[in-house]
């Protein structure tokens, strides 16, 4: 699964695609998500058909975690305070996917950033993708300004990048 992210050419807007890339370039959109300043998110969700509010999709729960409820009917959670984003579930605090940031093989072997899923959300990895690409912009979001608070200046968090999933890892760049 690649995470494509485009700026649209509206000064305000910006969209992020979600495409599964399949067999001999069989591309398949499955999210799309539109990014405003002002009015939030809104996110359409192929497997639904159904576009929703980026905030009902993740609710806030204290200050540095989210929660969604699955297709499945369990709550998750988004932990966004360290540096890696983890999803847990909810009852159980079993971790089920994590974010890893670039290590650049200084102290331990290289890798690029990858999201890393159990393989007991195979059924629903789209859905965790696109909760972790919006959790993963409110975190960015959060650390940029409180940057630009403590520095009076402007901070830009960089967009774009990709998501590749196979089995029950994803990895990006």
């Given at each position: 699964m690649a995470v494509d992210s485009s700026i649209s050419s509206a000064a305000l807007h910006s969209k992020t695609t979600i495409t599964k890339h399949g067999p001999q370039g069989a591309d398949d959109v499955i999210d799309i998500i539109i990014w405003h300043?002002?009015?939030?998110?809104?996110?359409?969700?192929?497997?639904?058909?159904?576009?929703?509010?980026?905030?009902?999709?993740?609710?806030?729960?204290?200050?540095?975690?989210?929660?969604?409820?699955?297709?499945?009917?369990?709550?998750?959670?988004?932990?966004?305070?360290?540096?890696?984003?983890?999803?847990k579930e909810e009852r159980s605090g079993v971790e089920l996917a994590k974010y890893?940031?670039?290590?650049?093989?200084?102290?331990?072997?290289?890798h690029a950033p990858h999201l890393e899923v159990s393989p007991s959300l195979s059924h629903m990895l789209d859905y965790v993708v696109v909760t972790f690409v919006y959790a993963e912009k409110l975190s960015l979001d959060k650390k940029s300004a409180a940057a630009r608070a403590s520095t009076g200046g402007t901070a830009f968090a960089p967009g774009g990048g990709a998501i590749v999933a196979s089995g029950g890892s994803a990895s990006g760049c």
């Open positions: 300043p002002f009015r939030g998110a809104r996110i359409w969700l192929k497997a639904t058909g159904v576009e929703v509010a980026g905030n009902s999709l993740l609710k806030a729960k204290w200050f540095s975690s989210r929660t969604c409820t699955g297709p499945d009917g369990k709550t998750y959670s988004w932990n966004l305070q360290s540096t890696n984003c983890r999803l890893r940031e670039r290590n650049r093989g200084i102290l331990s072997s290289s």
